[in-house]
């Protein structure tokens, strides 16, 4: 059984970066795509960047290319999402997803996923 626990999130104020972090325990990462997700208050669950078990395929919504970063330690059982630029639409509740599939950013695929960190961006 795969379990998935997301740290990194925070209060950051605009323009300002996080790092969140999706570990694994109980299975190995190696044969799942990763998907990072957000939910504000009052809004649909949305994906937000994924990445395929070999770390070679990467996809990013529209509203977060250029900067957000998601990359994977294959070795560590971690994948990342490097959050830089940060507006205040980013704050959210953000959640790690793993499947054994090719990388999406619709969350129906996904079979395991954590238990989310709040990002606040607020000044």
């Known amino acids: 059984q795969l379990q998935l626990v997301e740290s990194g999130g925070g209060l950051v104020q605009p323009g300002g970066s996080l790092r969140l972090s999706c570990a694994a325990s109980?299975?190995?990462?190696?044969?799942?795509?990763i998907g990072w997700f957000r939910q504000a208050p009052g809004k649909e669950r949305e994906g937000v960047a994924c990445i395929s078990s070999s770390g070679t395929t990467t996809n990013y919504a529209d509203s977060v290319k250029g900067r957000f970063t998601i990359s994977r330690d294959i070795a560590k059982k971690i994948v990342y999402l490097q959050m830089n630029s940060l507006k205040l639409e980013d704050a959210a509740v953000y959640y790690c997803?793993?499947?054994?599939?090719?990388?999406?950013?619709?969350?129906?695929?996904?079979?395991?996923w954590g238990q989310g960190t709040q990002v606040t961006v607020s000044s």
């Open positions: 997803a793993a499947y054994r599939g090719v990388p999406v950013l619709w969350d129906v695929p996904y079979e395991y």
């Open positions: 109980g299975n190995t990462l190696d044969y799942y795509a």
